[in-house]
């Protein structure tokens, strides 16, 4: 197992199209965490999922925001109408349900997004 | 690769020293703590965690110290190396009793080792 993945790993983009991230986590982890990370600042939690279903959203989720994982595997984070506040490091998390494995020790490399 | 923390308190050591790294966590509730290592460019790596009914925990080259009457944690890393210079970041699970992990994560501490 190659650990959780992102692409793309970096995006540039102009200030009001859309972007989509996506998150591969460790295949048999059934949670799966977005989270937010600006320069200087500690990763911000945004999201997560357990298998298909969306169970908790930060209110630093606008409506601009929405992430689906829609088979309980990968999963999309789409951002509309970027705005330059939006430049940040985008991380993916996943773990296991319970136990030892529940807890957050798998994060992505990331997606940096570079609004312009 | 970009910086992870520009302004961050530093800790400079040389190698060989023991270095400590602190953090204050906010919420009395919190019943989950990890400590992260954190590259430029790369995502954070766990180190280890410790939960709110520990108040040690050792693990290879680590040792994490928690605090629940004054809301501190500290991390001891022993024979500090160059590849341990790195953000270090610790975090509190602030979703206590709801089996899944929301994070608050501190400030960051920037640990730079000299040969």
């Known amino acids: 197992d190659t650990g959780v993945s992102q692409d793309p790993r970096h995006k540039i983009t102009k200030r009001g199209q859309n972007v989509t991230f996506r998150c591969d986590p460790i295949?048999?982890?059934?949670?799966l965490y977005w989270y937010r990370q600006t320069l200087g600042q500690g990763p911000e939690f945004l999201t997560y999922?357990?298998?298909?279903?969306?169970?908790?959203k930060s209110r630093l989720l606008s409506d601009r925001f929405s992430a689906e994982r829609p088979k309980g595997s990968f999963s999309t984070l789409e951002i509309q109408r970027t705005e330059q506040g939006d430049s940040a490091m985008y991380l993916c998390?996943?773990?296991?349900?319970?136990?030892?494995?529940?807890?957050?020790?798998?994060f992505g490399p990331g997606t940096r997004l570079t609004v312009t | 690769g970009e910086s992870v923390g520009l302004h961050l308190p530093t800790l400079s050591v040389q190698e060989g020293d023991n270095s400590i790294i602190n953090c204050a966590y906010s919420?009395?509730?919190?019943?989950?703590f990890i400590w992260y290592k954190q590259e430029s460019g790369k995502g954070p790596q766990f180190i280890i965690d410790?939960?709110?009914?520990?108040d040690k925990r050792q693990g290879q080259r680590v040792t994490v110290l928690l605090n629940k009457t004054v809301k501190h944690l500290s991390l001891q890393i022993a024979a500090t190396q160059p590849g341990d210079s790195a953000v270090y970041f610790c975090a509190e699970n602030t979703a206590a009793g709801t089996g899944f992990q929301k994070l608050v994560f501190g400030t960051g501490t920037r640990l730079l080792v000299s040969p």
């Open positions: 919420n009395s509730a919190s019943d989950y």
């Open positions: 999922f357990q298998n298909e279903a969306q169970l908790e």
């Open positions: 295949s048999e982890h059934n949670r």
């Open positions: 998390a996943s773990s296991l349900l319970s136990g030892a494995g529940a807890s957050l020790k798998y």
């Open positions: 410790i939960r709110s009914n520990m």
